[in-house]
């Protein structure tokens, strides 16, 4: 059974960086593609970043630049290093996981990140 735990989600201030974690059970990362969904109440859920098993990346065209994927298999976790943090980026953070690219079958809880 995969669970997948977020943390790092915060308050801060335009132009701050957050890193936000997310641990997984077995061997989640090796095993699946990951990734990073936000949504904003209201709105409809918008793909963020992904990774697949073989450690390719893809960001969405709103966060190039500015925010970077990685995941460490030794510890089973996934990270979303965000910089340069807009007011837009405000949202509810999901990490998700599932055995093709962007099709998840497995979500966290998700994790709030506001920027002010």
């Known amino acids: 059974h995969v669970q997948l735990v977020e943390s790092g989600g915060d308050s801060v201030e335009a132009g701050g960086s957050l890193t936000l974690s997310c641990a997984g059970s077995?061997?989640?990362?090796?095993?699946?593609?990951m990734g990073w969904i936000r949504q904003v109440p209201g709105k409809e859920r918008e793909g963020v970043a992904a990774?697949?098993?073989?450690?390719?990346?893809r960001l969405a065209d709103s966060v190039k630049g500015r925010f970077t994927i990685s995941k460490d298999n030794a510890k089973n976790t996934l990270y979303l290093q965000m910089n340069n943090l807009k007011p837009e980026d405000t949202a509810v953070y999901y990490c998700?996981?599932?055995?093709?690219?962007?099709?998840?079958?497995?979500w966290g809880q998700g994790t709030q990140v506001t920027v002010s």
């Open positions: 998700a996981a599932g055995l093709f690219l962007v099709l998840y079958t497995h």
């Open positions: 077995g061997h989640t990362t090796s095993g699946y593609c």
């Open positions: 990774i697949g098993m073989d450690g390719r990346a």
